[in-house]
C-alpha cells in the first residue's frame, strides 16, 4: 500500500503536463533527409567523406554513388568505421562495406556494426590520368538515444501545449518516424500527425525552425478543421492559410517564424515536385506557389488575420478569448471576442 500525502498530491498535479491524453511516440530510429554532395577524386588519389552517425553499431546507412565522368565511370568505396580508416590510410588491409573499382552507378548498403564514428573512402589511386567526378547520396538510419528522444518530445509538447492553450479541439497523438521521404501527414480519421525524421533532420542541418512549427501547424490545420467539421479540411491551401493565422496572430515570433519557413519552400526542387505530382497526384501546391501564397497573406496583414477571426474565435479558449478582451495585439478584434464570449455565457 502507499500513501500520497497533500502536498505530494499538489506537486504532481503540478507537474501534469497539460495535454491529458495526448501522446507523442517517437521512433526508435531517426531516418536522415537525403544529402547530395559533389566531390572530384583526382588520379592517384582518395577522399575521406565523415558520415553522419550516432556512433553507434545501429548506424546504418544508404549511399548512392553517381559518376559525371562520360566513359570512365569506375571507383573504390567503402564505408568503414574509425580504425579501419586508418588501418586503410597506412596502407593496410581493412574491412569495411563497398566495392573495388566499381562502376557506377551503384549503391552500397549497410552497416559496420561497430561503434564510433563512421566514414566513406572514396579511392581512385589505381586512376593514372583520369579524375572521378563524384555524386554522392547519403541516407543514414540512426538509433535515437534517450537525450534525443527527450528533446523531440519536450519540442512537440511545446508546439501540442501553444496549440492547447489557444484552440479548444480534441487530442490528437503525434508520431515522430520514417517516412523515407521529407514529410508530414495528418491522419484524416484519428487527426493524428506523423512528422517524418527526415524532414526534422533537414530542418535542423539548416536551422530552421520557422519550416519546423509552421509544418507542425499546417497538419494541426487539417486535424483541426477536419475535427471541427469545417469543409476544406483536406484542402493544402487552407491548411497554409491556418499555419499562417496561427503565426500571425501570435504576435512578432510568430511572424518570424513564418518568414523563415519562406526559405524552406523556396528552395524546394520545382521540377521533382511537378513530377511527382504528376505520378502521384499530390494535392499541394508547388512550393514556389505555396510562399507565394503565404507571402501574399503575409502582405496581407491585419486584414487577413481579421477574416480568420471570424471562423476561428469559436474555437478560442476562454483565455485566449479573454487575452483578446483584455490585451489585444495585432489583428486582434475585440468586439468580435466580445460577442464569442456573450453567445458562450448564453448556452
Ligand atoms: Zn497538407
Redesign the pocket.
Known amino acids: 500500500m502507499f500513501h500520497i500525502n497533500k502536498f505530494s498530491l499538489a506537486t504532481i498535479l503540478l507537474f501534469l503536463p497539460l495535454i491529458s491524453s495526448a501522446e507523442i511516440f517517437v521512433s526508435p530510429v531517426v531516418a536522415t533527409d537525403k544529402i547530395t554532395n559533389n566531390y572530384v577524386v583526382g588520379p592517384g588519389s582518395f577522399q575521406i567523406v565523415q558520415l553522419p552517425s550516432k556512433g553507434s553499431t545501429q548506424d546504418t546507412y544508404l549511399i548512392n554513388i553517381n559518376a559525371g565522368n562520360a566513359i570512365y565511370k569506375d571507383i573504390t568505396a567503402y564505408i568503414v568505421d574509425q580504425q579501419n580508416l586508418s588501418l586503410y590510410q597506412t596502407g593496410q588491409p581493412f574491412r569495411g562495406i563497398g566495392y573495388q573499382k566499381a562502376i557506377a552507378p551503384f549503391a552500397i548498403q549497410g552497416s559496420t556494426q561497430t561503434s564510433g564514428p563512421k566514414y566513406l573512402i572514396l579511392d581512385n589511386k589505381f586512376a593514372a590520368i583520369i579524375a572521378k567526378k563524384l555524386s554522392i547520396t547519403v541516407e543514414a538510419r540512426l538509433p535515437v538515444d534517450s537525450t534525443d528522444q527527450q528533446r523531440i518530445e519536450k519540442t512537440f509538447t511545446q508546439l501540442y501545449d501553444n496549440l492547447k492553450s489557444k484552440l479548444i479541439f480534441p487530442d490528437f497523438n503525434i508520431h515522430v518516424e520514417p517516412c523515407g521521404q521529407v514529410n508530414a501527414?495528418?491522419d484524416s480519421r484519428t487527426h493524428d500527425i506523423k512528422y517524418c525524421t527526415e524532414t526534422i533532420s533537414q530542418l535542423a542541418r539548416t536551422n530552421n525552425e520557422g519550416a519546423f512549427t509552421a509544418i507542425f501547424l499546417?497538419?494541426a490545420g487539417?486535424s483541426l478543421l477536419g475535427a471541427w467539421g469545417i469543409p476544406g479540411n483536406n484542402n493544402?491551401d487552407i491548411?497554409d492559410e491556418f499555419s499562417t493565422y496561427m503565426l500571425m496572430s501570435s504576435g512578432p515570433s510568430g511572424y518570424a517564424l513564418l518568414d523563415r519557413s519562406l526559405e524552406f519552400w523556396q528552395n524546394r526542387d520545382v521540377i521533382s515536385e511537378a513530377s511527382a505530382m504528376i505520378i502521384n497526384g499530390d494535392?499541394?501546391s508547388l512550393s514556389i506557389q505555396r510562399a507565394r501564397n503565404i507571402k501574399e497573406n503575409m502582405q496581407s496583414g491585419e486584414s487577413f488575420i481579421k477574416k480568420w477571426n471570424h471562423l476561428m474565435y469559436q474555437h478560442y479558449t476562454d483565455e485566449a478569448l479573454n487575452k483578446v478582451t483584455t490585451n489585444p495585439t495585432y489583428g486582434d478584434d475585440i468586439q468580435l471576442a466580445q460577442s464569442t464570449i456573450k453567445q458562450r455565457q448564453s448556452k
Do not use: G, Y
Open positions: 501527414s495528418s499546417h497538419e487539417h493544402e491548411a494535392r499541394h
